[in-house]
């Protein structure tokens, strides 16, 4: 069930000066739910509060619908008692108070209730009533945490289960601070859905890690599900990630400090859930020593041995285990002399994803805000999880565009194989999941933009090698990239401007092809990873 119907009932009554509120649900999902149009008088500010057992209006903690009249502005609050000082408080609320939220978009002082704190902001002609449910069950979630509520058991069924919206994540990153383009969230989100395996390499500082905390912050709906591990420079194998069998103490089995094992055991037994493994900086280690076990069983879907014990069970820990089909593996990469290449198997193993900082978006950044709270987005999108994991094991390659996608990657199969790095099955049928779940996503996405992401991300990472090989092969990947391909030769060359260029079909991927044409000319070199 949901309030959506309840809330609209609600909102209209605020209009008139009825003060019944007899014809209004008092539960709402194990929870009390008390309304107020005022006592005696319409008030100026109309409130519903659901409360659990031992909390009240006059003292106590509760998720807080406010409809403030004057402003006419629809509130859902971490509600705080005005009476008496609540004994508890809101563990995840990292928020605003209403009076500062007031005071920042110059709406004057609330009437009431400023010491409570925003956590959503409606505007009540403009109600959605999937974001409704959305927010409604994302703040109960936090409030049972908060007060040590289990779920109340009930007869009808809860729908608790909203549709995934990439744009609901935009929304949320951008509210604490964290500004980065959309189109590039939509590639990040896109690339993790159609294999997850993704790796996010460019200038450091620039917000990779960031990006893959906030993610995997904003959908799970605990901190368990998230293992974040900084890669050592003295990783030779597998064990800081899977640990090793005791070998001084029978029957023992060492698990690694990482946490990685337990996260790996944890999605096992929670399938529906989403898990997220963030490799920080993969590359200061030789990632082919201590992730081999991983890579293969991505693609073979076989079990990796972690000991040979006479039992199933080694302390705990089972003799082998599978890849969790709810595993998202996020890597970081920063490209320096203190770090090492991928190889093909790697690359072709991952969507990869550069990061770049252009200059709109450094003055964008530096008359903001610069404070960045990723607590706050604990949980927020984790009704959105079911949904998410649901698209994450289709098994699709149809799309409306895929007669056209598969044209243009034969033009660029063409082009590759001529420098050795032409793609494989494998690549090709993850460019073809890759369009279709970003159709399905993402309606309105150009299917130009749909298959340059795919080409920068799957197809020119394993493009590397001397200026005698890739000169020549660069120059027709860029023609195939534009439909001015005479006037290539000047842009590589950098006799004229992108702008110069007449109808760029694949702008991210020529933009990336002008600078490693360039870097080649310079250092008779180069390779999609930048230093």
């Known amino acids: 069930m949901d309030y959506f119907n309840e809330l609209s009932r609600f909102l209209e009554q605020s209009q008139t000066d009825s003060l019944k509120t007899a014809h209004f649900a008092d539960q709402f999902e194990g929870l009390k739910v008390k309304l107020s ?8 500010v109309t409130w519903i509060a659901f409360l659990a057992e031992g909390q009240t209006i006059t003292n106590g903690i509760y998720p807080f619908y406010l409809y403030y009249k004057k402003q006419n502005i629809l509130i859902l609050a971490y509600g705080l008692s005005e009476t008496i000082p609540p004994a508890i408080s809101w563990k995840s609320a990292d928020q605003v108070k209403i009076s500062t939220y007031f005071k920042k978009k110059d709406l004057g002082k609330p009437a009431r209730y400023g010491a409570s704190l925003v956590f959503k902001v409606y505007d009540p002609a403009k109600l959605d009533r999937t974001e409704v449910e959305g ?18 058991p009930t007869k009808r069924k809860i729908n608790t289960k ?17 500004h980065i383009n959309p189109n590039f969230t939509l590639r990040f989100i896109t690339s ?56 001084l103490e029978q029957g023992k089995y060492v698990k690694p400090d990482s946490g990685v094992l337990d996260l790996l055991l ?45 039992s199933d069970m080694l302390d705990g820990v089972p003799a ?3 890849l969790p089909k709810n595993l998202f593996i996020i890597g970081t990469v920063n490209i320096d002399e203190t770090t090492y290449m991928f190889s093909p198997k790697v690359l072709d193993r991952a969507n990869v994803i550069e990061f770049r900082v252009i200059k709109e978006e450094m003055e964008h950044f530096l008359s903001l805000d610069c404070t960045l709270s990723l607590d706050t987005l604990a949980g927020s999108g984790a009704v959105m999880a079911g949904d998410f994991m649901e698209i994450a094991l289709m098994n699709v390659t149809e799309s ?22 032409e793609f494989g099955y494998r690549s090709a049928a993850e460019i073809l999941r890759f369009a279709a779940i970003a159709s399905k996503i993402s309606p309105q996405w150009p299917v130009n933009e749909i298959i340059d992401a795919a080409i920068i991300q799957k197809l020119l990472p394993k493009v590397h090698g001397s200026r005698r090989k890739l000169e020549p092969v660069l120059r027709a990947i860029g023609t195939l990239c534009a439909k001015d391909g005479g006037k290539m030769d000047d842009y590589f060359n950098a006799k004229i401007p992108f702008s110069d260029l007449e109808e760029v079909y694949y702008p991210v991927t020529l933009e990336k092809l002008g600078r490693m044409y360039r870097s080649l000319v310079d250092n008779g070199f180069t390779s999609f990873a930048e230093a």
């Open 37 to 44: 149009f005022g006592k005696g008088n319409p008030a100026r």
């Open 135 to 152: 927010d409604l069950a994302e703040i109960i979630l936090i409030y049972r945490q908060a007060v040590g509520q289990k779920p109340v």
């Open 162 to 178: 909203v549709a995934f919206d990439y744009k609901a994540f935009q929304k949320s990153i951008t509210s604490c601070n964290l």
């Open 192 to 247: 993790l859905l159609a294999k997850p395996f993704v790796i996010l390499t460019g200038l450091s500082g620039s917000g990779k890690t960031k990006l893959a905390l906030a993610f995997s912050k904003w959908l799970c709906e605990s901190e368990n599900q998230i293992c974040l591990v900084a890669v050592g420079a003295d990783w030779t194998n597998r064990e800081p990630l899977l640990g090793y069998p005791n070998a």
């Open 266 to 310: 944890m999605a096992g037994k929670n399938p529906r859930k989403p898990y997220f493994l963030i490799l920080d900086e993969m590359n200061l280690s030789h990632v082919e020593r201590y992730f081999a076990d991983f890579l293969s069983a991505m693609e073979s879907g076989e079990h990796i041995r972690l000991h040979s014990g006479q």
């Open 320 to 322: 082998k285990i599978k």
């Open 400 to 421: 409306k565009h895929k007669p056209f996608i598969v044209n243009v990657l034969m033009s660029f199969f063409e082009s590759l194989q001529h420098a050795g790095a």
